[in-house]
T-cell receptor, first 116, second 113 residues
Framework: EPEVTQTPSHQVTQMGQEVILRCVPI?????FYWYRQILGQKVEFLVS????????KSEIFDDQFSVERPDGSNFTLKIRSTKLEDSAMYFC??????????????FGPGTRLTVL | QKEVEQNSGPLSVPEGAIASLNCTYS??????FFWYRQYSGKSPELIMS????GDKEDGRFTAQLNKASQYVSLLIRDSQPSDSATYLC?????????????FGGGTRVLVKP
């Protein structure tokens, strides 16, 4: 069964450093998302991406964040200058098969980001 | 403030019993409703989706939706220790793809042998 994959599973970085989190969405899906979950808190939406552009973003997704689909398979989240409060699990999700009426979002296993 | 509310639990149920989880949402424009299961340290795993008022059954799981009351529930029949997890309710404004999921804080379920 197709699944969303993410790398790395755990990333440790120093405050102020740039990190890139990588995702391979399910093949043929059209919409891609990043969510994050701070330990003990709700899953929060960051950004959605469709047709090579951002379709929606939350207040969390400020100028420090960017997303990119550099090729036909990868979807990346870049944090330019990490802060301590960026420490969280980051989940990639994908959905959207052409012609399908109802579309569920499927999540990858996540990347645990620890900012020291 | 558009929110999704769940009782945090823990909801403790004996093995073989029915676990009943509730979720309320504030956005009357919501059209799609989902239940995800999340084991500790893992990602959300989709277990049910429901789009119309009424009940939807899938194996041991039954989702119930009442849009007028802005309420969605999940029943887990014949609960097993492996069902011990946090169950996340999520809503979306549209049925089609696109649009973000808004999650509740989750209900922790403990199934005791």
């Amino acid at each position: 069964e197709p699944e969303v994959t993410q790398t790395p599973s755990h990333q440790v970085t120093q405050m102020g450093q740039e990190v890139i989190l990588r995702c391979v969405p399910i093949s043929n899906h059209l919409y891609f998302y990043w969510y994050r979950q701070i330990l003990g808190q709700k899953v929060e939406f960051l950004v959605s991406f469709y047709n090579n552009e951002i379709s929606e973003k939350s207040e969390i997704f400020d100028d420090q964040f960017s997303v990119e689909r550099p090729d036909g398979s990868n979807f990346t989240l870049k944090i330019r200058s990490t802060k301590l409060e960026d420490s969280a699990m980051y989940f990639c999700a994908s959905t959207g098969l052409a012609g399908k009426t109802y579309n569920e979002q499927f999540f990858g296993p996540g990347t645990r980001l620890t900012v020291l | 403030q558009k929110e999704v509310e769940q009782n945090s639990g823990p909801l403790s149920v004996p093995e073989g019993a029915i676990a009943s989880l509730n979720c309320t949402y504030s956005d009357r424009g919501s059209q799609s409703f989902f239940w995800y299961r999340q084991y500790s340290g893992k990602s959300p795993e989709l277990i049910m989706s429901i789009y119309s008022n009424g009940d939807k059954e899938d194996g041991r799981f039954t989702a119930q939706l009442n849009k007028a009351s802005q309420y969605v529930s999940l029943l887990i029949r014949d609960s097993q220790p492996s069902d011990s997890a946090t169950y996340l309710c999520a809503v979306k404004r549209i049925k089609a793809a696109g649009n973000k999921l808004t999650f509740g804080g989750g209900t922790r379920v403990l199934v005791k042998p």
